[in-house]
């Protein structure tokens, strides 16, 4: 709260005040309520009285949900609260549904939307609502998000955190009647009040089409637009994050194009439409559209089984229908556009689609970890997270055993608690590579074959000489034309090549990160696969383990590397082989691997006989 109001003369402090009309005098100040009681009905009416000048100082509400109540959470909760806080706070617990048994439970939908109406007049036009959420996973956002909707507030952001923590995510919220996006703007670079019914206007959406203007949120759901919303948010999404990615990183996206394309709202409204009415059964389809056939399929259900009601409050059995809305449109069997894959993950099924994704996520945070532990100086390990944590959000929010194996592959523990030191040097990684191609070149003449080095690493140093130096004068430019003609263009960028025309050729790949989406994904892609073409992947062993991982948890990268024949070969596996006193291309084969063979030497005799 204090950062909203920090200035170039440093930070102010916060405090607290009880009167809401105080928040706008002097510093910062922080009004808090407990939802219970009249306490709604008082913060409206405070909110109501505000001037439009004290209203401008209300950029920022948090709010947290009311968990789903069940009889046994709610006995809990009674018990608990009566021994621990006493009488006059057990009178907070909503324990009637306890005492009979045809009481609903407190709806956790009507207690946001009351909470998002009473503090509505009092927003800023540019001030943000934000719901943090409890540790329930998607069913959570999806409540907070359909409240939202019902209320006449924007959804401008959306994302779950890793299961088990707290909170579990959060949803920013836009008030009605304020701003949605960039402000408009004068020639003057001044902002303007977006008008009633154009840009900016909370309460209007964005036709499709070149020519599409403004229309009103309101209008009548339609399954069929929600599946088109999804698709294409998933494919841009999965596009965005270069990797496949899993529902729970994908539905706060979703949720914000749903909110975008006005179909939030109206299956909200519908939604609460088809609970109070109860319509006759309609079948539940997702091939037509339709008036939130699922949300009448919600309501007869608690007509039919008033058991159910004990279980979850309308609002969370909408938001489970649209769930599964969501994930029935993902995992459609004639799905074009996305594909289920392993672990509950989703990934582009159209081949245009993949190459046009971005570098991978994982190769992302890779080289931002390894930039956050800078060159030397010890960091605290804390506050890479953090940095982590702010960098990747959204779709783009990392697993936690990718930001673990990260660290533990670039930064070893210092003196001092929770600190880390860099492993690497860029300068000395930097000569290492070209010493392993140069190492490469001499061994490929050693078992007399013909060598190639790229273009752009032949004018770098190898000890005393250039790289372009240890090359043959036959070898300078090379007639690969049996790779085919994209193939040949493409072998300028590998960095070392062994081959015998027309026989086979050997292409090696010297990196010293466990980043592949550039040689595997990329370059890798550009010359096709090949019975006379093996590939190598050239790693330090202290990218072994961050490797290991990568290949475990992504389908599309291992897919490929078999695909097109990739092998991995560690530097220090490489010396050894090019140590023997006679190397042989039939040697080679134990050492390879992560773990190569040649580590173990109650193996070598099945090789060396």
Known sequence: MQALDDGPYGAVQARLAEPFDAVVDGPPMISLRVGAGDALERLGAEAEALAPAQRARVRLVLSQPLPE????????????????????????????????????????????????????????????????????GPPGLLVAGLAGATAGWRVAGARLAEPGRLPGGLVEMIPPGGRLGGAPRTRANRALS?????????????????????????GRFSVSELNRVVTETAVAALQARGEPADGQHLLGELLVALDRSGQLRRYAVAAARATETAPPPTPVTGATAGDAPAAGELARRAA?????????????????????????????????????????????RDPRDEAAAAVPLSDRLEWAIYSLL????????????????????????????????????????????????????????THDHAATIGLLADLGHRLGVHVFISPREQGRRAGTATLGAKLLPDERNPALGFLGRSGA?????????????????????????????????????????????????????????????????????????????????????????????SPALVELEPYLGLDPVADRPDQLPLFEA
């Open 304 to 348: 039919a089984d008033p058991a159910s009601r004990a279980i979850g409050d309308p609002a969370s059995r909408a938001a489970a229908d649209l769930l599964a809305l969501v994930e029935g449109e993902l995992a459609r069997a004639d799905q074009r556009k996305v594909a289920p894959s392993e672990g509950g993950r989703f990934w582009l």
């Open 374 to 429: 800078g060159a030397g100086a010890s960091v605290p390990e804390a506050a890479v997270r953090a940095r982590v944590e702010e960098m990747f959000v959204g779709p783009d929010a990392p697993d936690s055993w990718l930001v673990d194996a990260c660290l533990a592959s670039y930064g070893a523990p210092a003196r001092g608690d929770g600190r880390l030191v860099a492993l690497d040097d860029l300068q000395a990684r």
């Open 489 to 581: 263009n493409a072998l300028e960028q590998v960095d070392c090549c062994w081959y015998v025309r027309p026989r086979f050729a050997f292409l090696f790949e010297v990196e010293w990160t466990a980043m592949l989406g550039e040689p595997v994904l990329r370059r890798g892609r550009g010359i096709a696969a090949d019975e006379r073409l093996v590939r190598f992947l050239v790693v330090p062993p202290e990218r072994v383990e961050l490797l290991r991982r990568k290949l475990e948890h992504s389908p599309v990268l291992r897919a490929r590397m078999e695909a097109d024949n990739w092998h991995v070969l560690r530097m220090d596996a490489l010396r050894r082989f090019a140590a023997r006193p």
């Open 194 to 218: 977006p008008a009633p019914g154009g840009t900016g206007d909370p309460a209007v959406i964005t036709t499709r089409g070149v020519f599409g203007g403004p229309v009103p949120i309101e």
């Open 69 to 136: 109540w069940t009889p046994a959470r709610l006995a809990e909760a009674f018990v608990g609260t009566a021994w621990g806080l006493g009488s006059e706070a057990v009178r907070l617990v909503p324990f009637a549904p306890l005492l009979s048994a045809d009481a609903p439970p407190p709806s956790r939908g009507e207690a946001m939307r009351a909470a998002l109406d009473a503090v509505a007049p009092a927003m800023a036009p540019n001030g943000v609502g934000v719901i943090l959420l409890d540790a329930d």
